[in-house]
């Protein structure tokens, strides 16, 4: 939110998972059903947007950034759900829309973080659509860029000391490098078994021809909607920030590579790019401290 705008980035975003179902041809990556009612007066002119420019680098490309990420980070929620992962955690929720539609979300609290402007103006949308909110969804306000995480969000109700996952997607590339830290520090002291999915932008070496053709009109229009990409990561430099943080990355994954190849033979526009990748980190079990030739206090 700024100067009391809603968040463009949001709405952007949440069209591009609304319009996919309406624009793209089966197999469809994800399936977001509330993104559209949630948009309410905003959704028929973005959509609208996406039918008539639908092929157009920049419109697929978001469709097939947001869809992809989604999906991943939802099919590993699911798996962790069934071995028993009770709590979630969406860093810069926007206008995410999981604790709404989907079955896991009965089985799992949700924790929104996002900063107080921007839940206000999420509940005022979804009163607005008459979807009611969720039981199990806690709105958590933080400002990642300024505040306490693990404070706000044991506030809210969130237990520290149980593993959970958290998913921070399309965010890291508009904090400053301080407080990308500060959020995986407070990530790192959770319990041990809590995953992260956090998507990153790759610095201009690392793009392809797609990719730096897509950034050469994203960031520009990012920026002149006051929301610029301000930081970039190569893999091995987010991996080394992540062990400093007390996390420890398990895989790297290529958007070509984070749904299934099946979803990726189309024939339609989507494609994937090299701009942004994700990284799925986790909070290690570590050895309790070695106590020999400690006093036992008999």
Same mark, same amino acid.
């Given at each position: 939110?700024?100067?009391?705008?809603?968040?463009?980035?949001?709405?952007?975003?949440?069209?591009?998972?609304?319009?996919?179902?309406?624009?793209?041809?089966?197999?469809?990556?994800?399936?977001?059903?509330?993104?559209?009612?949630?948009?309410?007066?905003?959704?028929?002119?973005?959509?609208?947007?996406?039918?008539?420019?639908?092929?157009?680098?920049?419109?697929?490309?978001?469709?097939?950034?947001?869809?992809?990420?989604?999906?991943?980070?939802?099919?590993?929620?699911?798996?962790?759900?069934?071995?028993?992962?009770?709590?979630?955690?969406?860093?810069?929720?926007?206008?995410?829309?999981?604790?709404?539609?989907?079955?896991?979300?009965?089985?799992?609290?949700?924790?929104?973080?996002?900063?107080?402007?921007?839940?206000?103006?999420?509940?005022? @949308?979804? #009163? $607005? *659509?008459?979807?009611?909110? &969720?039981?199990?969804?806690? !709105?958590? +306000?933080? =400002? /990642?860029?300024?505040?306490?995480?693990?404070?706000?969000?044991?506030?809210?109700?969130?237990?520290?000391?149980?593993?959970?996952?958290?998913?921070?997607?399309?965010?890291?590339?508009?904090?400053?490098?301080?407080?990308?830290?500060?959020?995986?520090?407070?990530?790192?002291?959770?319990?041990?078994?809590?995953?992260?999915?956090?998507?990153?932008?790759?610095?201009?070496?690392?793009?392809?021809?797609?990719?730096?053709?897509?950034?050469?009109?994203? @960031?520009? #229009? $990012? *920026?002149?909607?006051?929301? &610029?990409?301000?930081?970039? !990561?190569? +893999?091995? =430099? /987010?991996?080394?920030?992540?062990?400093?943080?007390?996390?420890?990355?398990?895989?790297?994954?290529?958007?070509?590579?984070?749904?299934?190849?099946?979803?990726?033979?189309?024939?339609?526009?989507?494609?994937?790019?090299?701009?942004?990748?994700?990284?799925?980190?986790?909070?290690?079990?570590?050895?309790?401290?070695?106590?020999?030739?400690?006093?036992?206090?008999?």
């Amino acid at each position: 939110m700024r100067e009391g705008q809603p968040s463009q980035t949001a709405i952007i975003t949440a069209a591009a998972r609304a319009a996919h179902l309406v624009v793209d041809r089966e197999p469809f990556i994800f399936h977001d059903t509330v993104a559209a009612a949630l948009l309410g007066e905003h959704a028929e002119q973005i959509i609208g947007f996406h039918r008539t420019y639908g092929d157009h680098l920049i419109m697929s490309g978001v469709r097939a950034q947001v869809t992809a990420r989604s999906r991943y980070t939802e099919r590993r929620l699911a798996e962790l759900v069934r071995d028993g992962l009770e709590q979630y955690v969406v860093l810069g929720a926007g206008l995410d829309t999981f604790a709404c539609r989907s079955d896991p979300a009965g089985r799992v609290t949700v924790f929104e973080v996002d900063h107080p402007a921007t839940q206000r103006w999420k509940r005022e @949308l979804l #009163a $607005a *659509a008459g979807i009611p909110l &969720p039981e199990a969804l806690t !709105f958590a +306000p933080a =400002d /990642l860029e300024s505040g306490d995480l693990g404070s706000c969000l044991v506030a809210s109700g969130f237990d520290p000391s149980r593993p959970s996952l958290v998913s921070w997607l399309g965010v890291s590339m508009y904090l400053t490098p301080e407080a990308i830290a500060a959020t995986l520090a407070a990530v790192g002291g959770f319990a041990p078994g809590t995953e992260l999915v956090m998507e990153y932008a790759l610095p201009p070496a690392l793009r392809d021809e797609r990719s730096a053709a897509f950034a050469e009109f994203a @960031l520009p #229009a $990012a *920026a002149e909607r006051g929301e &610029p990409w301000l930081t970039f !990561f190569t +893999p091995d =430099d /987010l991996s080394a920030l992540l062990e400093r943080q007390g996390l420890e990355a398990v895989e790297h994954v290529r958007q070509a590579d984070s749904v299934e190849p099946a979803l990726w033979r189309r024939s339609d526009s989507l494609r994937p790019t090299e701009l942004c990748r994700l990284v799925r980190a986790t909070v290690p079990h570590r050895p309790a401290a070695a106590t020999a030739g400690q006093p036992d206090g008999s």
